[in-house]
């Protein structure tokens, strides 16, 4: 009878631990499974988080062609036309002292040596050349007469209600010849835009 238990009790014993031995081998392949997984899935976040950064970077002062001076728009001045005016440019006529180009040539002696040889055998040879040298410079030689330029070219409008503000009125402002040619053809008391080179006229 007893040896029939410690027979039981052996089998018992074998069975309960080749359960666990299979038990334990099934668990090491989902850890190493679960592993692979996990580590495949951060990697691909890594890849998505990159490529967010690349695609959502700003566009700052930094980025090249942002312009961050200030704008035209500044500048620009609105009112109503009043008139324009064309400033045609003003010469007379003056002196100045006329000038020519003379040269001069002037010659130098120049002397050369070349040595060959070694020891009681070295000889020395001599040489002259003639080097010229050729100088210009621009003297007076009498007066020239010529156009001078007394007033340059102007093209100019004048506005009213300068910027909305009814009281500044009759005010000139000089402007390029595109801008002068379409406020001429503008009709009186049209409503002008444009950015002005000066003002007066």
């Excluded at 009878?1 to 299979?22: D, E, Q, Y």
């Excluded at 038990?23 to 998505?48: K, L, P, R």
């Excluded at 007469?145 to 300068?162: F, G, I």
């Amino acid at each position: 009878m007893f040896g029939k238990r410690l027979v039981v009790s052996g089998a018992i014993a074998i069975l309960i631990g080749t359960l666990g031995a299979c038990s334990g081998g099934g668990n090491g392949g989902d850890d190493d499974g679960i592993a692979w997984e996990q580590s495949e899935t951060v990697s691909g976040g890594d890849d998505t988080t990159s490529g967010g950064s690349d695609t959502t970077s700003g566009y700052d002062s930094s980025t090249p062609g942002y312009d961050n001076t200030p704008s035209a728009q500044d500048s620009t001045v609105h009112g109503l036309k009043d008139s324009v005016r064309h400033v045609p440019v003003k010469t007379a006529k003056a002196t100045r002292p006329h000038l020519v180009r003379k040269c001069s040539t002037t010659t130098r002696r120049v002397r050369h040596t070349s040595s060959s040889g070694t020891g009681s055998r070295r000889t020395t040879r001599t040489w002259y050349t003639t080097e010229r040298h050729r100088s210009c410079t621009k003297v007076r030689s009498g007066t020239e007469t010529y156009r001078r330029t007394v007033r340059t070219e102007k093209w100019c409008v004048e506005l009213d209600d300068v910027n909305g503000d009814t009281a500044r009125d009759d005010v000139w402002y000089q402007v390029s010849s595109p801008v002068y040619v379409d406020a001429r053809s503008a009709g009186e008391h049209a409503r002008l835009e444009f950015v002005p080179a000066g003002e007066g006229c």
